[in-house]
T-cell receptor, first 114, second 109 residues
């Protein structure tokens, strides 16, 4: 069974550009959550989708958005990139949205903004 | 103050040593998770706990709900255990985790 797949693995963008990251969950998983990891702030929750609906949202500006498709694949978009958006972006998938459901993480997309 | 505090931040051990990493949290939780992150970034979920104790190979995780405290123990540590160990809590439904700052473990042969 394939794990959580994130594409691309590495990305370099220029300030002001926008970027779209993709996350394919484990087959059968319907919940996808996104996280940002930086040396200064550590890991922070961005948002979570279940059945194509955003269920939870972290404390990030509106430049960060996401969506989930009917096949549970998810994308996140960051517009008007800033240098501080340079980070490792991780997604995780789980079977459902119930409490105490194990999450499986992808390898992450490392975004560098120059 | 962070909802989740971990200690120590850095830990160096000799191969074979018994290792303990601690996690304290200040909010009500539905579950506590121990995660492992190797250089390169990918995260592996080691344990999900809502009570008691779990064991997997040389790894043991315990949680005390009343004291809002959890520990991750590694017995007979090995250089391949070198990684960052992260404590995370989930509060309600879903995977909106609150993360500790991580413990960087180096096991020397």
């Amino acid at each position: 069974k394939a794990g959580v797949t994130q594409t691309p693995r590495y990305l370099i963008k220029t300030r002001g550009q926008q970027v779209t990251l993709s996350c394919s969950p484990i087959s059968g998983h319907r919940s996808v959550s996104w996280y940002q990891q930086t040396p200064g702030q550590g890991l922070q929750f961005l948002f979570e989708y279940f059945s194509e609906t955003q269920r939870n949202k972290g404390n990030f500006p509106g430049r960060f958005s996401g969506r989930q498709f009917s096949n549970s694949r998810s994308e996140m978009n960051v517009s008007t990139l800033e240098l501080g958006d340079s980070a490792l972006y991780l997604c995780a998938s789980s079977l459902g949205w119930e409490a105490n459901t194990e999450a499986f993480f992808g390898q992450g997309t490392r975004l560098t903004v120059v | 103050k962070n909802e989740v505090e971990q200690s120590p931040q850095n830990l160096t051990a000799q191969e074979g040593e018994f290792i303990t990493i601690n996690c304290s949290y200040s909010v009500g939780i539905s579950a506590l998770h121990w995660l492992q992150q190797h250089p390169g970034g990918g995260i592996v979920s080691l344990f999900m706990l809502s009570s008691g104790k779990k064991k997997h190979g040389r790894l043991i995780a315990t949680i005390n709900i009343q004291e809002k405290h959890s520990s991750l123990h590694i017995t007979a540590s090995h250089p391949r255990d070198s990684a960052v160990y992260i404590c995370a809590v989930s509060r309600n439904t879903g995977n909106q985790f609150y993360f500790g700052t991580g413990t960087s473990l180096t096991v020397i042969p």
